[in-house]
C-alpha cells in the first residue's frame, strides 16, 4: 500500500476469544502502585 | 473507533477495536475526517469531490481504495465483539494478587506519600509473622483454580519489618506444592535499609523489586526526606546501583514520582538511565488539587510537552542500539494481554486485595485506611462478597464514558481508586488521569512508528 503502511496488524478481538484465563500479574503491581495501564502486561498464554 | 492524531512528524492512525496501527500520508489522513463508524462506499465521488482542491483525483481514489481494502480486512473501523462475551462478566474471579502491608511504618517522610507518611492513618504498627501467614492462606483459599500467585510486600517501608517478609516467604514456598501453586514476590523499597545480605536475598527471592528514587538529587531530595528534613539520595543510590549490578535479568523498577516541582521529569529519567538504570518509572503525583506540589489541569500543557521530549530522547538512544525502558511508553502491539485483561484493568477487589498489619483487608493499596473500603478481617475470617461484586463490575464497558474512549482497550478505566477519591465513584474516571494516560499511549506508538 501507498498511503497506508500498516505497523500492526491487532489480534485484539480474536484474544478474548481464547483469553481470559486470569494467570497473568494484576495490572497496577508491578511498578507504579499508583495508575492501571494493561497494555504493558505480560500474557502468560 | 479510529483514533487518529500527527505526533513527531508521524501522521498515526489507531483502529481501536482491532488494534492495528497504520502509519498514513496527508491524504489518507485527511480523507478519514469524512469518513464515520457506517460509512459505506456510496458517498465515495462526494468524499473525493470535498478533498479535490487539496489533493489529485487519483491519488485520492488510490488512498480510498485502500482503505476500503484495509476495512475488508477487519484493520479499520472493525467492530467490538467482546462486548458481548459472557468472560466480560466475571463475577465469581479468583483472588490471586495480594498486597501485603508488612510495614506501617516509614524511616522516611515523603511529603506526598498517600499512605499518610507510612501508617495509613491507622498508626505506626509492623506486621506480626502469624497475620502474614493467615494472608498467604487467605490467598490460597481464594485463588480456586488459578496458579500463579502474586504478593507484594509493601508499606509504609518492608524493610522495617524484613524478618517477617522472609518468613512470609519461606511459608508461602511451603505450601506451593501442596497447592499446586507458583508465588511471585515482588517488594517495594525506599532503598534506606537496604544491606549487601537484603540484596542479595531480594535478587534471589523476589521476581520484582521496585526502587523508590525521584531522578536528580534536588529533585529527590526535596521530598523524598528524613525526619530530620534531610534528604535520602546519597544514601540511597549507591544501594540501588548495588542491587542491580547483581540482579542478572530479573525484573526491577526505579521508580519516581514528579510533582509541580519538577514539571521537566524528563530530565530525571534521563538522569536515572545516566546513573545506569534502564528500567524506570516515573508516575505524576497523585494527590489533592489544593496541594501546591500537585498536577493540575493547567499544568497538562507542560507535562505534554515533556512526554514529548522524553519519547524523543527514548527514540534517540534505542536507535543508537542502547537499551531503556519506560514502564508507561511500554507497549506490546502483537502479543499483549488478551482483550478480557485489558477491559477488566486492575482488578482491585476482585481480583487483588491489600492487607494491614492489623489483618484487615481493602480492595487495594490505596484504598487502606478508608473504613468504608474495608473489605473484612484475616482473623475473624470476614470478607465481603458484595463489595467484591461490586468491583467485579468495574470493567470499560461500564465505567462512565470509557466505552467511547479510543484508549479504553490500553487503559482498562483508570484506577479505580484514584476515581473513588477525586470523582467520587470508582465507575467515574479521573479526568486528568485520562488526559495523562491517552498523552502517554500517543506517545508509546508513537515510539513504535518512529522504531518500525
Ligand atoms: S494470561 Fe493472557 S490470556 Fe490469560 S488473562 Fe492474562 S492476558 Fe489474557
Ligand atoms: S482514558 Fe479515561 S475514559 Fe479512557 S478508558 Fe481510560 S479511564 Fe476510561
Ligand atoms: S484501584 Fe488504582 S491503585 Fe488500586 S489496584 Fe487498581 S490501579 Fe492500582
Same mark, same amino acid.
Given at each position: 500500500m501507498k498511503h497506508f503502511k500498516t505497523i500492526n496488524k491487532g489480534h485484539l478481538q480474536e484474544s478474548a476469544v481464547k483469553g481470559g484465563c486470569g494467570e497473568c500479574q494484576a495490572s497496577c503491581q508491578s511498578a507504579c502502585k499508583t495508575s492501571c495501564t494493561v497494555a504493558n502486561q505480560k500474557c502468560e498464554k | 473507533m479510529i483514533h487518529k492524531y500527527k505526533l513527531n512528524g508521524y501522521n498515526i492512525v489507531m483502529d481501536v477495536n482491532s488494534g492495528a496501527v497504520h502509519i498514513v500520508d496527508d491524504i489518507a489522513y485527511d480523507l478519514l475526517d469524512y469518513l464515520d463508524e457506517d460509512f459505506s462506499e456510496q458517498n465515495r465521488e462526494d468524499i473525493i469531490g470535498k478533498l479535490s482542491s487539496k489533493y489529485k483525483k487519483g491519488e485520492i481514489e488510490e488512498s480510498y481504495n485502500e482503505m476500503i481494502d484495509l476495512y475488508k480486512s477487519g484493520l479499520l473501523f472493525s467492530k467490538d465483539k467482546v462486548q458481548n462475551s459472557p468472560k466480560i462478566k466475571y463475577i465469581d474471579s479468583p483472588i490471586k494478587s495480594m498486597c501485603i502491608n508488612i510495614a506501617h511504618d516509614c524511616n522516611l517522610r515523603c511529603e506526598y506519600c498517600f499512605a499518610a507518611k507510612g501508617d495509613f492513618g491507622c498508626g505506626r504498627v509492623l506486621m506480626s509473622e502469624e497475620t502474614g501467614k493467615k494472608a498467604i492462606d487467605f490467598l490460597i483459599k481464594h485463588s480456586g483454580k488459578r496458579r500463579n500467585l502474586e504478593v507484594d510486600f509493601f508499606g509504609g517501608e518492608p524493610l522495617m519489618n524484613f524478618e517477617v517478609v522472609k518468613k512470609i516467604v519461606d511459608y508461602a514456598r511451603s505450601k506451593e506444592k501442596e497447592h499446586n501453586k507458583n508465588f511471585r514476590f515482588t517488594i517495594t523499597t525506599n532503598g534506606i535499609l537496604l544491606t549487601d545480605d537484603k540484596i542479595e536475598y531480594i535478587n534471589k527471592e523476589m521476581s520484582n523489586v521496585v526502587l523508590s528514587l525521584d531522578g536528580r538529587k534536588e529533585v529527590n531530595d526535596r521530598l523524598r526526606?528524613?525526619?530530620? #528534613? %534531610? #534528604?535520602s539520595y546519597d544514601m540511597i543510590v549507591p544501594k540501588y546501583k548495588k542491587l542491580v549490578e547483581t540482579r542478572g535479568d530479573k525484573d526491577y523498577y526505579v521508580r519516581g514520582t514528579f510533582t509541580k516541582h519538577n514539571l521537566d521529569f524528563s530530565e530525571d529519567v534521563m538522569h536515572m538511565y545516566e546513573l545506569g538504570f534502564d528500567q524506570i518509572s516515573i508516575e505524576p503525583v497523585v494527590s /489533592?488539587? %489544593?496541594? /501546591?506540589y500537585s498536577i493540575k489541569e493547567e499544568d497538562l500543557p507542560k507535562v505534554f510537552e515533556e512526554y514529548d521530549k522524553l519519547s524523543k530522547k527514548i527514540i534517540d538512544l534505542k536507535k543508537k542500539g542502547s537499551h531503556i525502558n519506560f514502564f508507561h511508553f511500554m507497549i506490546d502491539l502483537d502479543n499483549g494481554p488478551c482483550a478480557i485483561k485489558r477491559l477488566k484493568g486492575c482488578g482491585c477487589g476482585n481480583e487483588y486485595v491489600a492487607v494491614t498489619p492489623q489483618g484487615d483487608i481493602y480492595p487495594c493499596h490505596q484504598f487502606v485506611g478508608k473504613d468504608e473500603w474495608k473489605m473484612g478481617n484475616l482473623n475473624d475470617e470476614t470478607f465481603d462478597g458484595d463489595m467484591k461484586k461490586s468491583f467485579s463490575k468495574a470493567n470499560v464497558y461500564n465505567k462512565n464514558g470509557c466505552n467511547d474512549c479510543w484508549a479504553k482497550f490500553y487503559c482498562? #478505566? #483508570?484506577?479505580n481508586a484514584n476515581n473513588q477519591e477525586y470523582e467520587g465513584d470508582i465507575m467515574n474516571p479521573h479526568k486528568i488521569a485520562c488526559e495523562l494516560q491517552r498523552k502517554r499511549l500517543e506517545c508509546a506508538i508513537m515510539i513504535k512508528a518512529a522504531l518500525n
Open positions: - | 526526606i528524613f525526619t530530620n #528534613g %534531610k #534528604g /489533592d488539587e %489544593k496541594l /501546591d482498562s #478505566g #483508570g484506577c
